[in-house]
């Protein structure tokens, strides 16, 4: 069993940063893929960012790329996604998720997910 546990959520105004971190427990994340995913108020879940706790690939979203940064440390079992030039459109819950094996965009391929983080951005 994998349980996560996210934090860093807030408020944080248009242009601005945060860092969201999900620690977690009970198995060798090196063995797990670990994703972010999203939820808006009235939307479906969508995918974020995805890195393969093996071998540090990473993808992301086209709606994220270029502000978001995804990164591991396996020697702390966490995962964290840096937000950079948060636009009000990314104002959701954050939810972190895990896989054993290789990471997908999929979020019905994830097995484990943390309780959310919430992120507003005000314009």
């Known amino acids: 069993q994998v349980r996560l546990v996210e934090s860093g959520g807030g408020l944080v105004q248009a242009g601005g940063s945060l860092r969201l971190s999900c620690a977690a427990s009970g198995r060798a994340f090196s063995n797990y893929a670990m994703g972010w995913f999203r939820q808006a108020p009235g939307k479906e879940r969508e995918f974020v960012s995805t890195i393969s706790g093996s071998y540090g690939g990473t993808y992301y979203a086209d709606s994220v790329k270029g502000r978001f940064t995804i990164s591991i440390d396996n020697a702390k079992n966490t995962v964290y996604l840096q937000m950079n030039n948060l636009k009000p459109e990314d104002t959701a819950v954050y939810y972190c998720?895990?896989?054993?094996?290789?990471?997908?965009?999929?979020?019905?391929?994830?097995?484990?997910w943390g309780q959310g983080t919430q992120v507003n951005v005000s314009s």
């Open positions: 998720a895990a896989r054993r094996g290789p990471a997908y965009t999929n979020m019905n391929l994830y097995d484990y």
